[in-house]
């Protein structure tokens, strides 16, 4: 049996953890962790990194069970609020809040009062009305989120907001690769796509330069933020962006990289007139083997989903040797279950037993 989070130096917290009838979480959370919400990872540290990092590990081991079934989360009600459409990251929410014992609503915006008129604010007063404990929200604009948590007593997780940000995938991002490579410090991961119009690339920009890896951006200049990479500082600043490095050929950005993600490409940037066509696109980024094979013997190949084919990722990297992106998309509901633990600050000493042992 699991003997939960790991503790190894540089890779978490250090809490020492107890194991009674299943995985036992730390009696009492770190005093660095302090969060009601989770907006995106611009302000978290590398200790509270680590420990979503260690707490998902424990939620493995629920996972791996025959009945994967706790009750730790018992009495407490998450609603999904979804004004975008979501296959991966809504589904596993509701999965990982069930798995720990939620009562679980979802709300899908086109089918609310949502139609009818009612704006944000409104509708997330409802929601918290009827009794929510967590709202877990996806929202087109940026910032809606942080709306959200501002104007209710919600605990408000992001989903996804506009361009802006994606905490949730760059923590699973983070703990596949972590799963693999083990420390991230000094690792090379480069970011393939359209850094411009990707709140997943944003997050992880985030989250990966917070424990230390080197993370280099690739794509069309006519997708990459103005001023990034510049000589001077305080571009990044106006960016509010953290440094990084920028290389537009792929051929030598990928060289020598731990990990190559590939970002979606949507076809309206060609319609938009970002990039000449298609074909283009193909010819000079997408990660195919030929050009994963620049990279370190047994590099990690991600995308987030979901995945043009063909276009930013040729289908023998998608689901060759080095692919992890369905192993991305099982990760999602172990970090998803424990950003819900962290953040309802579960009981005392909890214990990831199965039901009917609280």
């Known amino acids: 049996m699991s003997n939960g989070p ?10 020492a953890v107890k194991e009674e009838r299943g995985v036992r979480l730390p009696p009492t959370l770190p005093p660095f962790w302090h969060r009601r919400h989770v907006l995106d990872l611009d302000d978290f540290s590398a200790e509270e990194i680590g420990l979503v990092m260690d707490t998902a590990e424990a939620m493995k081991e629920v996972l791996s ?10 009495g407490t009600t998450v609603v999904t609020l979804f004004y975008e459409a979501s296959t991966r990251t809504r589904t596993s929410f509701e999965l990982a ?11 899908a915006a ?6 009818k008129g009612e704006s944000l604010v409104d509708t997330v007063l409802t929601v918290q009305a009827v009794g929510a404990d967590v709202l877990v929200m996806r929202h087109g604009h940026s910032g809606a989120p ?8 919600l605990k408000v997780v992001n989903a996804g907001d506009g361009w802006h940000a994606h905490p949730t995938q760059a923590l699973l991002d983070l703990f596949t690769m972590r799963s693999h490579l083990g420390d991230l410090r000094g690792r090379k991961v480069v970011i393939v796509g359209d850094i411009t119009h990707s709140r997943v690339a944003r997050s992880n920009m985030w989250g990966l330069t917070a424990v230390g890896a080197r993370v280099v951006l690739c794509g069309p200049p006519t997708l990459m933020p103005v001023g990034l990479g510049g000589a001077n500082g305080h571009e990044h600043d106006e960016l509010a962006l953290p440094p990084v490095e920028v ?22 940037r060609q319609q938009a007139g970002l990039i000449p066509s298609v074909r283009e696109y193909v010819r000079l980024y997408q990660v195919n083997g030929e050009r994963l094979a620049r990279a370190k013997p047994g590099a990690l190949a991600m995308h ?18 080095h692919s992890v992106i369905e192993e991305q998309v099982t990760n999602g509901v172990a970090v998803r279950m424990a950003v819900l633990y962290l953040l ?4 005392s000493g909890a214990v990831l037993g199965t039901e009917g042992q609280a």
């Open 146 to 153: 942080y709306l959200a948590a501002r104007h209710s007593n």
């Open 247 to 268: 290389n537009l050929d792929l051929d030598r950005a990928i060289e020598g990289a731990d990990v190559v993600m590939a970002l979606r490409l949507q076809m309206e």
């Open 6 to 15: 790991r503790s190894s130096a540089g890779r978490g917290t250090g809490t």
């Open 110 to 115: 086109s089918a609310s009062s949502v139609q």
């Open 304 to 321: 987030p989903g979901p995945m043009n084919e063909g276009i930013e990722i040729s289908p023998e990297v998608a689901h060759g040797v």
């Open 65 to 74: 069970r025959q009945i994967a079934r706790v009750p730790t989360l018992r």
């Open 97 to 107: 809040a069930r798995v720990l014992g939620a009562d679980v609503m979802s709300i």
């Open 344 to 347: 309802t600050n579960a009981r």
